[in-house]
């Protein structure tokens, strides 16, 4: 008898997703799987409907038609109660970090457990720290937002989107508006969290490069459509023009003039 | 999560199995910082364990630092890869003592 490689179950689903806005439609018949324990980048650029799609994987927006299933549940399905209940198992990196101006860096990092658990203060305090020594932020729990770079608000926002150990870690363009050191760093922690707590970890970017280094598979969307899910080898050979095209322009975007770099930084 | 606490050559061997998670950890933390509470050397058998997430391992920590301020022995012992993989992201790995069976960790001195 033959035994066939399994692969890992998918841990979200994604089936003919169709929104509009207004007559508008952005997502049109999406059709995605992520299995567990796989990092998945989905990549396309400006207007491509990556950042809707993301909004409607963690429930902030509901689809016109279609389905989205997370750990083989119906979210489309759930009330606004089951799925605040369901968000204990999801982390959710923003953007912009979105992490409050009036607290701590560790009081924002602690909301989650305070919200959803009824842990000893002692517990949340140490989980807290745990927390911040992983993502390279040590001694940083009393500092306020404002005293922290773009980078290590990023990193914050990586704390507390992984406070509870979510099985699910969304994150949406952890590289965008930080120098390649810094982005390349954060690469590493995506890497890293997803190695030791076997995260299963959706990614949405415009940076090819950051997407290239972490991405298992990639999806590719344009104009609201899939036009190819693949490795990143298979992605970089796809013969779809409109994808290469993708490919090249951000190519073009991300190649440095050091002309232009240099009086950027000189101001001259 | 379960539990059995038995003693053994002088030592208190807390031993915890299934999942230690946000629901579970609680009690866990209240049987090790009780079994710091005796005063003897501490020996956290892990092998049952199937998964920790981090408040597991805060309580782990937490029960270590008590111990260790009351001069107890304190060590993990049978700590299986997953758990170990988490102890190692937050470099835990280099503060906890751990023992690879619970043999070795009774004849070791802590």
Known sequence: ?268 | MDHQIKEEQGNHIVLLQGEVDLESSPKARQIMLDAVGRGKKILVDLASVTYMDSSGIASLVEAFQRAKKKEIGFALVSVNPAVLRVLHLARLDQVFIIHDNLESALNADL
Request: aromatic fraction near 6%; hydrophobic fraction near 45%.
């Open chain 1, 1 to 268: 008898m033959a035994f066939l490689p399994t692969q890992p179950a998918p841990v979200i689903e994604v089936t003919d997703l169709v929104t509009h806005y207004g007559s508008r439609r952005i997502l049109n018949n999406v059709t995605l799987e992520v299995r567990k324990g796989e990092i998945m980048v989905i990549m396309g650029g400006s207007g491509s409907g990556k950042s809707t799609l993301l909004r409607h994987l963690i429930g902030l927006e509901r689809g016109s038609s279609g389905s989205i299933k997370l750990l083989d549940q119906d979210i489309g399905k759930m009330t606004d109660y089951e799925l605040n209940q369901f968000y204990r198992k999801l982390g959710v990196a923003f953007q912009g970090g979105a992490l409050f101006s009036s607290m701590t860096v560790g009081e924002n990092i602690m909301l989650p457990l305070r919200e959803h658990t009824d842990l000893d203060e002692k517990t949340m305090e140490i989980m807290v720290r745990l927390k911040l020594e992983v993502v390279n932020l040590a001694g940083f729990e009393n500092f306020m937002p404002s005293e922290l770079s773009g980078g290590m608000l990023k990193r914050a926002a990586f704390a507390r989107a992984v406070i509870m150990d979510p099985v699910l870690l969304f994150c949406d363009e952890p590289s965008a508006g930080l120098d390649p050191v810094v982005s390349s760093s954060l690469d590493e922690l995506i890497l890293r969290l997803r190695d030791a707590l076997n995260m299963t970890i959706v990614v949405v970017t415009h940076e090819l490069g950051s997407a290239f280094r972490i991405a298992d598979r990639i999806a590719v969307l344009d104009q609201g459509e899939v036009l190819s899910v693949g490795t990143v080898a298979q992605v970089q050979a796809s013969d779809n023009k409109r994808i290469q095209d993708l490919l090249n322009r951000r190519f073009e975007e991300e190649r440095l003039d050091p002309d232009a770099y240099l009086a950027r930084l000189t101001g001259e």
